[in-house]
């Protein structure tokens, strides 16, 4: 297996069933991870990488909704609950992942062809 090999397995394996990975905020996270050493791997350029998070919440702005919440918050992945020390804590409820998962997943695909697009033309093709 290669390390690339690994890379889209991972993702596949965090996407198809995510609650076996954490919260929301986690898989998320995991995701992005990543696709950024997926960047690296194919050899994209230091400001690709670094900027994955910028185009992430581009995509999440533009196809979910504005601001500067997480998608798993934007979805209301989350609830508040109050009490405790400092007021209240955000909890993942049990809610439908399914458009969670197909903007992770779409997000990602998006990236990839990004990277191929890099390899292709990194190989004068």
């Known amino acids: 297996m290669t390390v690339s090999e690994f890379v889209h397995g991972r993702i596949e394996a965090l996407?198809?069933?995510p609650d076996g990975w954490g919260p929301p905020s986690s898989v998320e996270d995991q995701v992005l991870t990543m696709v950024e050493l997926r960047h690296v791997l194919v050899g994209q350029s230091d400001e690709?990488?670094?900027?994955?998070?910028?185009r992430f919440v581009r995509y999440v702005?533009?196809?979910v909704a504005p601001g500067p919440q997480t998608l798993a918050h934007k979805l209301g992945l989350y609830e508040r609950v109050t009490g405790g020390e400092g007021g209240g804590y955000y909890w993942p409820r049990a809610a439908d992942n399914d458009r969670f998962i197909e903007v992770l997943r779409a997000w990602a695909q998006a990236e990839d062809d990004l990277d191929s697009g890099f390899a292709f033309r990194s190989a004068g093709l």
């Open 15 to 17: 996407l198809s069933r």
């Open 48 to 54: 690709v990488v670094h900027e994955t998070c910028q």
């Open 61 to 63: 702005g533009t196809t």
